[in-house]
């Protein structure tokens, strides 16, 4: 079945770097669009970066725009977000998501139907 497991979340001070990674399972990364989300105390759920199915299209929400890059490695089913010039507003629970098919519209979190369990990002001095 289609399994997300994400890792590298932890404390960085501002204007430090992470990279999170989402380890996939159970299906062909390609045929799926792969999005990062978040979620912070309090906040509804916000897309952060995505890509749609087979790599064709890359989104970033504004306000990672310049900072963040998702990446892929298709030999290791392994999604990438490097997140650099982190901000205390970053702080938050990060999420991977998978979608079959999944053209446009990615960083709409109500078009996922595959989450992982999230890594938490903590940005502080």
């Known amino acids: 079945q289609v399994q997300l497991v994400e890792s590298g979340g932890g404390l960085v001070q501002p204007g430090g770097s992470l990279r999170l990674s989402c380890a996939t399972s159970g299906f062909t990364l390609n045929y799926y669009a792969i999005g990062w989300f978040r979620q912070a105390p309090g906040k509804e759920r916000e897309g952060v970066s995505c890509?749609?199915?087979?790599?064709?299209?890359?989104y970033y929400a504004d306000f990672v725009k310049d900072r963040f890059t998702i990446s892929k490695d298709n030999d290791k089913n392994t999604v990438y977000l490097q997140m650099n010039s982190l901000k205390p507003e970053d702080t938050a629970v990060y999420y991977c998501?998978?979608?079959?098919?999944?053209?446009?519209?990615?960083?709409?979190?109500?078009?996922?139907?595959?989450w992982g369990q999230g890594t938490q990002v903590t940005v502080s001095s």
């Open positions: 890509f749609t199915k087979y790599g064709a299209v890359t």
């Open positions: 998501a998978a979608e079959f098919n999944l053209e446009r519209r990615c960083l709409s979190w109500t078009q996922y139907n595959y």
